[in-house]
């Protein structure tokens, strides 16, 4: 069945039906929405840890320049010189 012939079914079902049936299964559709959104997020984050499962692990040694770089950062934000989230995505064009 096409989806325009399922949509017109669905449209022609829902016609038919007196007005307190139809407030139920307005009902029944947002709560399986609900669960439907819950599901696909559910999904969406198994792919994703099945994704980081297949990444090699990086196994090389930080370089003095590497470890500098990290300590440079960690004592700029102990110092509070941080930027806000907004004027870095500005700054970056994203």
């Given at each position: 069945?096409?989806k325009r012939d399922?949509r017109?079914?669905?449209?022609?079902?829902?016609e038919?039906?007196?007005?307190?049936?139809?407030?139920?299964?307005?009902a029944?559709?947002?709560s399986?929405?609900?669960?439907?959104?819950?599901q696909?997020k559910?999904?969406?984050?198994e792919?994703?840890?099945?994704y980081?499962?297949?990444?090699p692990e990086?196994?090389e040694?930080?370089?003095?320049?590497?470890?500098?770089a990290?300590?440079?950062?960690e004592?700029?934000?102990?110092?509070?010189?941080?930027q806000?989230?907004?004027?870095?995505?500005q700054?970056?064009?994203i």
């Open positions: 069945m096409k399922t017109k079914e669905l449209i022609d079902a829902l038919s039906l007196p007005e307190y049936q139809i407030t139920l299964v307005l029944y559709i947002k399986l929405r609900a669960i439907l959104a819950e696909e559910k999904l969406r984050k792919a994703f840890m099945a980081l499962h297949g990444v990086d196994d040694e930080l370089t003095p320049e590497d470890l500098a990290i300590e440079e950062g004592k700029a934000f102990r110092e509070g010189r941080t806000p989230w907004e004027e870095v995505r700054e970056l064009g």
